[in-house]
C-alpha cells in the first residue's frame, strides 16, 4: 500500500504540470501565510476574501473583453484593496463592514457580466474554483515574483510591520509611516490573491491565507517563530494536497484547503492538551 | 528651562470644538496632572503635542517649533488603553520593550544586542525583568502597563506623556504605577504629563495641575488647586472631597 502510494507520487513528479504546480503553489503558500499573519492579528484576514469576490468581476470583465484575465484583474484588485483601506480609515464604515461591501459588489458586477454577456460561464467558474494543475509557465514566474517580493516586504518591514500589528497609534507616535506600510500590505495581498485563485479559486483563496497564520498562533508565542510557523503549514499543505489530490483523484485547490484545516485542528489540540 | 510651550492651542473635530486657545508652559522636569472630566479635551491636547490630530495655535519642544521637532525621539508615550492584550497576540514582553527603539532607527530598521540591553535595563528599572520571555496577552494589566511604560523609557526620552494610564488597574497596581511614574520624574528628571479623571490622587504626585474642561479652567500647584476660588466655584463641595483626602 505504501509503496504503491510512493510510486504514485514519484509517477506524479515525472508530469511536468505536476512540477508547475509544486513550485507555483509552495511560493503562493509563503507569500499567501506571511501576509496571512499580520493581517489576522490586524482583524482584517477577510480582505482576501473581499478581493477574490472582486477578481471574479475582475475576470469576468477580462472575459467579456477577450483580455488576459490577470492583467485586468491584478490593477483592479489592487485599487479595490486600496477602496477598501480608505473606506476604512477615512470613513465611517467599519473595515468588516468595508471589505463586506466591496466583496458583494464584486460578486454582484461578476454575476450580472456573466449572466448578460453569455457564453464564456464554463470559462469564469473555473476561477471560482481553480485549477493549481493547470497553472502555466508564466503564471509559475509570476507567482515566484510576487511571493519573493512578500518575503523581502516583510524582511525590510519587518519592524514597522511589528508595530503596526500590535499598536497602530504607538506606532505612528514612534515616527512609522504606518499608511504607507498599510498600503504595501493590502497592494501585496490584492496582488498575491489574484494569483491565487488560480491554485485554490475565489471561493477559497482567502483559506490560503488565514489557515496558516490561525495554525501557527495556536502553537508559538514569539513573533519571528509564527511567521516562520505559517510558512511551514503553508508549504507542507500545498505539497500534501497536491499529492493527496493526484493520488485520490479530488480537487487540488479543495484538499489543500482540507489539509490546512486538519493542521488547524492538530494544532488547537495540542494548544488545549499543553494548556 | 522651558521643555513644553503651548500657546492658544484649538482643537476641531468635523465642526465640534474640542479644545480651544489652551495656553500653558511646561519646565523641564516637571510633572503635571492633566484632569478634567469626560470629554473635556485630555486626550484630545496630548494626541496634538503628538501630532496625532491637526491643530491651530503654537507649540513649542525644547523651544523648537512643533514642526522641526522630532517627537519620536525626545518623547515616550504610553496609550490609553481601556482593555487588556489579546492573550494570542505572538510576542513576549521582551519583543513589546524592544519596540520602544523603533523611533530612533532608519529604514530598513534593525534591533541590535545594544536595543536589547537597553530594554532588559528599562524593565529591571521598573522591576519586571523576570517577565521578559512571558506572551505580553497573558500578563495581568498592572504588568501590561509596566511594560508599555518600560516600551516608552526605552530609548531615555525627556519628555513621558501618559493618557490614562491607571484606567484598567486595581487599586494597589495603580498605586505602584504612579510611584514608579513620580520615581522617573525624580530620579531621571523626567518631564511628565500624565491624563487622569482623578484630580485627588494625581495631586498626590504631581507638581502641577491642568485642569480641562474644553479649555484651561486651572493651571497650578495642587495647593493652589484646593484654594482656588474659580475651583470651588466650578466643584462646589466636590473641591473639598478632593483636596480632603491629602
Known sequence: ?275 | MRMIEVEDLSVKYLDIEALSGVTFAAEAGDYIGIVGPNGSGKTTLIKALLGLVPFTGKVFFNGKAFSEFTHNRHVGYLPQKMSFYDPRFPAVAREIVASGAYCCKKFPKRLFASDHSRAMEAMEMLGIAELAGRPIGKLSGGEQQRVLLARSLVHSPEVLILDEPTAALDPSSRETFYKTVRDLNREKGVTVLLVSHDAATIGEYAGKLLYLDGKVIFYGSFGEFCGSETMTRHFGAGQHIICHRH
Open chain 1, 1 to 275: 500500500m505504501a509503496m504503491d502510494i510512493l510510486n504514485q507520487i514519484t509517477e506524479a513528479l515525472s508530469y511536468a504540470f505536476i512540477q508547475r504546480a509544486v513550485i507555483a503553489g509552495c511560493f503562493m503558500a509563503l507569500g499567501c501565510s506571511f501576509l496571512g499573519i499580520f493581517l489576522v492579528l490586524k482583524r482584517f484576514s477577510m480582505i482576501g476574501d473581499g478581493l477574490a469576490h472582486v477578481s471574479f468581476a475582475t475576470v469576468a470583465l477580462a472575459l467579456l473583453f477577450h483580455a488576459q484575465p490577470m492583467a485586468l484583474s491584478i490593477p483592479l484588485v489592487g485599487l479595490a484593496s486600496l477602496v477598501i483601506l480608505e473606506l476604512n480609515e477615512k470613513t465611517r464604515v467599519y473595515g468588516d463592514a468595508a471589505i463586506g461591501l466591496v466583496s458583494s459588489f464584486g460578486i454582484a458586477l461578476g454575476v450580472i457580466i456573466a449572466s448578460t454577456a453569455g457564453g464564456f460561464n464554463v470559462d469564469l467558474f473555473s476561477y471560482l474554483f481553480g485549477n493549481i494543475l493547470s497553472v502555466s509557465d508564466s503564471e509559475v514566474w509570476m507567482t515566484a515574483l510576487i511571493s519573493v517580493t512578500v518575503a523581502l516586504v516583510v524582511v525590510l518591514f519587518y519592524h514597522d510591520l511589528f508595530a503596526i500589528t500590535f499598536d497602530e497609534e504607538y506606532a505612528r507616535v514612534s515616527g512609522i509611516k504606518v499608511r504607507m506600510v498599510n498600503r504595501i500590505l493590502v497592494l501585496l495581498t490584492s496582488f498575491t490573491v489574484v494569483l491565487g485563485i488560480k491554485i485554490a479559486g475565489t471561493m477559497l483563496v482567502s483559506s490560503l491565507i488565514i489557515l496558516p497564520g490561525i495554525s501557527a498562533l495556536q502553537v508559538v508565542k514569539s513573533f519571528r517563530s509564527t511567521i516562520a510557523l505559517a510558512g511551514v503549514f503553508a508549504v507542507s499543505s500545498v505539497i500534501l494536497g497536491i499529492f493527496i489530490s493526484y493520488v485520490l483523484d479530488l480537487p487540488s485547490g479543495a484538499v489543500i484547503v482540507m489539509v490546512n484545516f486538519v493542521f488547524f485542528t492538530a494544532a488547537f489540540l495540542y494548544r488545549r492538551v499543553k494548556g
